[in-house]
């Protein structure tokens, strides 16, 4: 069965700290793998995106990183703000099709 | 560019009650696609759209129906509602539908069927 495993569910930092939160997949055949920041209220809005081949992709201070033969990834937030407060969700794709297998994401409170 | 907008934001509907769910890019995408959320749980297809004329189902179609007439619109239709179609409905889009496009959601439409 297609599924995607995030953990911490939540997690309490305090502000300028540094934090990793994890995403284990049993998706496939495997597409890509995307990593969503969502605010309370709003949608999702894309952090990165990681194909087969990429082992790790940037944006600011957001780091994935994917390690397809263990089926896990990796979110890196460096420096962390108040603005980061908010739940960040791990993503698989499946190859061939248009299914997107979203995880329950990680509740983040960053605290001053 | 305003990206992807919904209507309305709120709506509670009675049992057996029917509404459309708008949604509008401006981004000239080909593909949009509506998902609805439900509390603790991860976000699920319910239909997509690869260009104007062109839909299918997705996971959890059940219940309801799309049309796509134009690029920029993808209306999703809720023809008798029941109280598990209480969630939050979110649309979405992007230019193509490779392993490297981006894709763009909504506000949300917090749905409550009562």
């Known amino acids: 069965k297609n599924q995607v495993e995030q953990s911490p569910q939540s997690l309490i930092i305090l502000e300028g700290k540094n934090c990793t939160l994890q995403c284990n997949y049993t998706v496939s055949p495997f597409s890509n793998l995307r990593w969503y920041k969502q605010d309370t209220g709003r949608g999702p809005v894309s952090l990165t995106i990681?194909?087969?081949?990429?082992n790790t992709k940037s944006n600011g201070r957001y780091t994935a990183t994917l390690d397809a033969d263990t089926k896990q990834s990796s979110l890196h937030i460096t420096a962390s703000q108040l603005s980061d407060s908010a739940s960040y969700i791990c993503v698989v794709s499946v190859s061939g099709t248009y299914k997107y297998i979203f995880g329950t994401g990680t509740r983040l409170k960053v605290l001053a | 560019n305003a990206g992807v907008t919904q209507t309305p934001k709120f709506r509670i509907l009675k049992i057996g009650q029917s509404m459309t769910l708008q949604c509008t890019q401006d981004?000239?995408?080909?593909?949009m696609y509506w998902y609805r959320q439900d509390p603790g749980m991860g976000l699920k297809l319910i239909y997509y759209?690869?260009?104007?004329?062109?839909?299918d189902k997705g996971e959890v179609p059940n219940g309801y129906n799309v049309s796509r007439s134009t690029t920029e619109d993808f209306p999703l239709r809720l023809e008798l509602a029941a109280p598990s179609q209480t969630s939050v409905y979110f649309c979405a889009s992007s230019y193509g539908g490779g392993s490297t496009d981006t894709q763009y959601f909504g506000p949300g439409t917090r749905l409550t069927v009562l």
């Open positions: 759209s690869v260009g104007a004329g062109i839909t």
């Open positions: 981004m000239n995408h080909n593909y």
């Open positions: 990681m194909t087969f081949s990429e």
